[in-house]
């Protein structure tokens, strides 16, 4: 059973569309997370949330927009996309106090 | 501004070589270290390291914490093809847990 899943693996879409990015773990963590990776690798948080709280918010254009239906769920909406948007993102979870993540597998978003 | 610069940025070795990567940082509150290995998609977790000299080993793979000189060491030992990935390292800042700030990354090349 996959830990982490989020869905869709990839994504390419046009300019201006609105999208979204599903995110889902199984093991019981309490914080959840997005983070972004641009084409140089660089790995950067974009959101946390703690048992459905959002605990941060790093420096993200307000058209990022994080869901948390249930501990267990995070999802990523995003509004009138951008060329710059495109990288990969990454969902993860960790129990809580803890800083050992479970990433997920990606969402390649290419924006056109 | 909390930092962490990882180098060399990209490394070719041969099959059996042992390799040193280095990672320094910078930051606030600072918790632990954490070294990750990312090949296709998901970085996978290697170590957390919180205490400095203290090794920490996982098959040929150790790795130590220098906490005056802030900086850290992971060393893989009789390299192998399936080495080949990116290391990255995170330094995990004040606040709540998960706060990673990640370097860049060190890409490991292992040629047969």
């Known amino acids: 059973d996959t830990a982490v899943s989020q869905t869709p693996k990839y994504l390419v879409t046009q300019m201006g569309n609105d999208k979204s990015i599903k995110c889902e773990q199984n093991?019981?963590?309490?914080?959840m997370y997005w983070y972004k990776q641009d084409s140089k690798k660089f790995l950067k948080i974009m959101f946390s949330?703690?048992?459905?709280?959002?605990?941060i918010n790093e420096t993200v254009p307000n058209r990022f927009s994080p869901k948390s239906p249930d501990k267990a769920h995070l999802n990523l909406h995003i509004n009138s996309l951008e060329l710059g948007d495109s990288a990969v993102y990454f969902c993860?979870?960790?129990?809580?106090?803890?800083?050992?993540?479970?990433f997920g597998s990606g969402t390649q978003l290419s924006v056109l | 501004e909390d930092k962490v610069v990882q180098s060399p940025l990209s490394l070719v070795v041969h099959e059996g070589d042992t390799v040193t990567l280095n990672c320094s940082y910078e930051v606030t509150n600072f918790r632990s270290l954490l070294w990750y290995k990312q090949e296709k998609k998901a970085p996978t977790f290697l170590f957390m390291l919180t205490s400095s000299g203290i090794e920490k080993k996982s098959g040929r793979l150790s790795s130590i914490l220098d906490k005056k000189e802030l900086f850290s060491i992971l060393n893989i030992t009789a390299t192998q093809t399936g080495d080949s990935a990116i290391y990255l390292c995170?330094?995990?800042?004040?606040?709540?847990?998960?706060?990673?700030?990640f370097g860049k990354g060190t890409k490991l090349s292992v040629k047969p």
């Open positions: 949330y703690n048992n459905k709280e959002l605990i």
């Open positions: 993860a979870s960790s129990p809580l106090a803890a800083e050992k993540l479970f």
């Open positions: 995170a330094g995990n800042y004040g606040g709540s847990q998960g706060n990673l700030i």
């Open positions: 093991l019981g963590h309490d914080t």
